[in-house]
């Protein structure tokens, strides 16, 4: 208990690749279980413990938990590769080639039930990630449109009753990814992950 109070005053530095792995799929798991989860007891209220002893219900918000995560991952990494991004266009390159390796990286250490493998998600993510490398450095709240967009697709709630709703969940995607830029600003040890990244 000591620890975790510790590290919420004085959360620990990000200075490392490890580090920096654990930053980013913890922030992005953050984003898409927060967004998926606080919908669904917003909109279901009293009703919500419920419903998640229906096995559809229960099913279908893991899978819309794990595909927002998919897509929330890709926004955390191009959230860091625009605030990391060297001047030096040797260094630039090596840097966002190892940033995109860890999308595939992480996800791939988890597979869920309904997926035979994340192939899919590992292509559309590099596609992303080869033009917005190229491109100028995207304020963070303009990242997470798509991810906003799925989860109001998925999200196991009746079509009449989230029909308006993607506003509320874009609106609660940009809070929780403009937090996790803070919280980037104060732990990232810039100078010393960019040479861990160009090595």
Not at 110 to 139: G, Y
Request: hydrophobic content about 45%; proline content about 5%.
């Amino acid at each position: 208990m000591l620890r975790r109070t510790l590290e919420f005053f004085f959360p620990p530095t990000v200075s490392t690749p490890d580090e920096l792995k654990a930053f980013a799929a913890g922030e992005a798991a953050y984003l898409a279980q927060k967004t998926v989860i606080g919908y669904c007891r917003v909109k279901t209220l009293y009703d919500y413990e419920k419903l998640l002893k229906e096995p559809l219900f229960r099913d279908a918000q893991e899978i819309c938990r794990w595909e927002g995560f998919a897509s929330t991952l890709g926004d955390i990494l191009v959230l860091i590769e625009g605030w990391l991004r060297p001047s030096d266009a040797s260094a630039r390159r090596k840097l966002a080639d190892s940033l995109a390796a860890l999308y595939p990286e992480i996800l791939n250490e988890a597979v869920p039930a309904h997926r035979k493998d994340w192939a899919d998600a590992i292509a559309a993510f590099q596609a992303r990630f080869d033009e917005s490398r190229l491109a100028e450095p995207a304020a963070p709240e303009q990242l997470v449109t798509a991810s906003a967009k799925l989860i109001h697709e998925l999200v196991p709630i009746a079509d009449r009753l989230k029909r308006n709703d993607r506003e509320v969940i874009v609106g609660d995607l940009r809070l929780h990814i403009l937090a996790a830029h803070a919280s980037m600003l104060k732990r990232f040890r810039r100078d010393a992950l960019i040479a861990a990244l160009t090595a």
